[in-house]
């Protein structure tokens, strides 16, 4: 019997865990911070990976990290997150450290493995995963593949252009779904609306939150309801687009966005039935939210290296 190690290096936590074959509870487990804006944080994800080492045959370690990286030769480019991470070969690192191959991917990407492995999109062979959080990312499966890309960085569903002209995304490009349906992105279209002089029970900050923005939709808030609607409408715009490239008959949203329910999803649904191409993507096509909550990146991670093994 052999082992699988599953790392998830997130932006606040670096986590590790160990799986037997054909389960997806860990029988160990490390958390540590990642600290990801100071120095040594390799040794920290070595040191946590040691720290669970089991005394049992590993046959591989899955990483799901923040992007932009290369999957086919395990580096990450460069990472907001992770600042000394530039060209940085961290799967070649690990496996010659532990002596046992390691498998990168995106966390997104990992995500959207997870669910379909072992989430809400079990028994599905065509897949969208969309995670709306701080950020938006995506991952695909197609015809029972993960889909990667030439350069390994394919299924960047957030950063699809959905107006050429629109606003910053966190990437530094114009007019992505990012720029229009993340929390940020609400809280930015609140803040220059009450700028512009729209009465509500908001205030303008810097650190509004899509939550609080949900809050005060819920008692009736005027602008705040509008945010949700524009950012709905948006987000059915770019479904519409992903059902026309990848005729998927599941997608799934994740992230913290998509908890606030009606208010995003009511006016997604009208826009995704106005803007899609032709109605019968939308026959049995299933919209439903995540399973695997927190655990998505981890067991995304399992499943990769699960994968690469057989
Ligand atoms: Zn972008």
């Known amino acids: 019997m052999s082992l699988t190690v599953a790392v998830d290096i997130g932006g606040t936590h670096i986590r590790v865990a160990v799986y037997e074959p054909d389960s997806i509870k ?10 990801a804006r100071e120095p040594g944080v390799y040794d920290r994800l070595e040191q946590a990976v040691e720290a669970v080492w089991p005394k049992e ?22 990472t ?36 379909w492995q072992y989430g809400a999109g079990k028994g599905h062979q065509n897949l969208v995963y969309l995670t709306i959080s701080t950020g938006i ?53 609140v803040n220059e609306q009450l700028k512009a002089g729209q009465t509500s029970t908001l205030q303008m900050q810097p650190n509004l ?35 026309a490239i990848f005729d998927p008959s599941i997608v799934i949203f994740g992230g913290g966005v998509s908890q606030v329910g009606e208010l995003l999803f009511k006016p997604f649904e009208e826009s995704l039935r106005e803007y ?6 939308l026959d ?18 399992l499943a990769l290296a699960r994968m690469k093994s057989e």
């Not at 009736?220 to 687009?241: M, P, Q, T, W």
Request: charged share 15%.
């Open 57 to 78: 045959k590993v046959s591989a370690i899955g990483i799901a990290s923040p992007g932009p990286l290369d999957p086919h030769t395990g580096t990450i480019l460069a």
């Open 137 to 189: 990312g995506g991952g695909v499966i197609s015809h029972g593949c993960l889909l990667q890309g030439f350069h390994g960085m394919g299924a960047e569903l957030g950063h699809m252009i959905i107006d050429a002209d629109g606003p910053l995304c966190g990437c530094g490009k114009r007019g992505h779904v990012e720029s229009f349906c993340s929390g940020p992105a609400i809280a930015r279209y």
């Open 26 to 35: 860990p029988i160990s487990h490390e958390r540590t911070r990642s600290l």
């Open 276 to 281: 899609t191409f032709h109605p019968h993507y």
């Open 284 to 301: 049995n096509l299933v919209i439903t939210k995540a399973a695997l909550g927190d655990d998505a990146g981890l067991l995304g991670a």
């Open 209 to 243: 939150s899509a939550l609080q923005i949900a809050e005060a939709a819920r008692a009736g808030d005027a602008l705040a309801i509008s945010a949700f609607e524009r950012a709905g409408h948006y987000l059915g715009v770019a479904v519409a687009n992903y059902l």
């Open 80 to 115: 907001p997150n992770i600042p000394e991470w530039k060209n940085f070969p961290v799967a070649p690192k690990l496996a010659q450290h532990f002596g046992v191959p390691v498998h990168l991917d995106n966390d997104a990407n990992m995500a959207g493995l997870a669910e």
